[in-house]
């Protein structure tokens, strides 16, 4: 992995106004997603709709309206069925969209019950899993019928719900009540036999992901922004990053590190990347250490050098980042020239690109070690997409 030496200039390319708002309350963008080929960009807004983008050149390709109320989850979770957006809500809702149409073609319904997070798994990828208020909920989808609701594995809202990428019969959940189970949906799913491992985090979980090259791996961030590795298979905690915001503002020059924004990770270099943020916008790629651990001990995890900065484009808290060689998003197309997308609370979306000739004012740059080369492909053979 090639991190600091030759440094390729990184220059935001396209800024766009994806959604309005009063001045002192502006409309948010929450989350970007991308299918399969990478044709099609779905960005979640605050004002409950989801808008369509090219993500080569930013051209809006229409919306997908239904939701009622906050949209917590979206993403393109088969990569062979790039025309299906999914998508869960605090209204309580899992809907399918086919992005050709935009419409709406399957809703999974609960009652009572606001929903943080949604996957599709299973053995046989026919399980859809969405965890709730203090209970994690089940259906086939192959019929809509539920199939389970696992009310004692926590006790707060779930925040989220993954099933592994390679072992799919694998179920994590992630709740505010700092912990995470496992679960085994080969069998009959409920709180007894299904559950396999708990790990306690301590404190409110927001976000988690698989990494490792066999996604061996979680990554666990908080509500507190700070953040832990876990061993998957082990359930045991690896390495805590207890000083996020303080660790990475010592690694750059900007204005200090106020929130983290997710992990990224690239099986090429084998190595996890925090993604984090100021309040003016400016965002940071910074690689994180992890200790090999001794048994039944816990390393503490150390921070790098920001190995990618983008500055220019926001003008306050960013949401989400998109790239389109992210492993864990199950996107692997790379698109040419272009880094990754932004979004935030200014209601911006905004591109970036790898460009050599970018002009040496721009304070927005990126290490070679980030940029995923293309697999060398014979001339006469044609992208499968």
Wanted: charged share 20%; net charge negative.
């Amino acid at each position: 992995m090639a991190l600091p030496g030759s440094v390729a200039k990184c220059k935001l390319s396209t800024s766009i106004q994806a959604s309005f708002g009063a001045p002192d309350d502006p409309d948010y963008v929450f989350d970007i997603a991308a299918n399969g080929d990478n044709s099609t960009m779905a960005v979640s807004l605050s004002t409950n709709a989801i808008k369509l983008y090219g993500p080569a050149t930013g051209q809006y390709l229409g919306d997908c309206l239904g939701h009622t109320n906050t949209i917590s989850d979206i993403s393109f979770p088969d990569a062979s069925s790039p025309s299906v957006l999914c998508s869960s809500s605090a209204d309580g809702t899992v809907r399918a969209w086919d992005i050709r149409l935009r419409k709406e073609v399957a809703t999974l319904r609960t009652e009572n019950q606001e929903l943080w997070s949604f996957d599709i798994g299973g053995a046989a990828q026919n399980l859809v899993a969405s965890g709730g208020n203090a209970a994690v909920m089940c259906w086939d989808r192959r019929t809509n019928r539920r199939v389970a609701t696992l009310e004692e594995c926590h006790t707060e809202a779930v925040t989220q719900v993954r099933f592994h990428p390679s072992k799919k019969e694998k179920l994590v959940s992630a709740s505010v009540d700092g912990l995470m189970c496992v679960f085994d949906t080969l069998g009959d799913i409920n709180d007894d036999e299904g559950m396999e491992s708990v790990m306690s985090v301590g404190t409110s979980i927001a976000k988690i992901g698989f990494y490792g090259m066999n996604y061996e791996h979680i990554w666990c961030q908080t509500h507190i922004e700070t953040l832990s590795s876990w061993n998957f298979e082990d359930a045991l905690v690896e390495a805590d990053f207890t000083e996020m915001r303080n660790n990475a503002s010592c690694n750059w020059s900007f204005s200090p590190v106020e929130y983290l924004i997710r992990c990224y990770y690239i099986s090429t270099f084998d190595t996890l990347w925090l993604i984090a943020g100021t309040q003016e916008g400016t965002v940071g790629y910074f690689p994180l250490h992890i200790p090999t651990p001794n048994t039944g001990t816990t390393s503490a995890g150390a921070v790098g050098p920001a190995s990618a900065v983008l500055e220019g484009g926001h003008t306050g808290v960013v949401r989400s980042v998109w790239s389109p060689y992210d492993v864990s998003t199950n996107c692997g197309t790379a698109l040419e020239g272009l880094f990754c997308w932004t979004g935030g609370e200014d209601g911006r979306l905004c591109s970036w690109t790898e460009d050599s000739n970018a002009h040496e004012r721009s304070t927005a740059w990126v290490s070679s070690g980030l940029v995923a080369k293309k697999a060398a492909r014979p001339k006469q053979r044609r992208a499968p997409y």
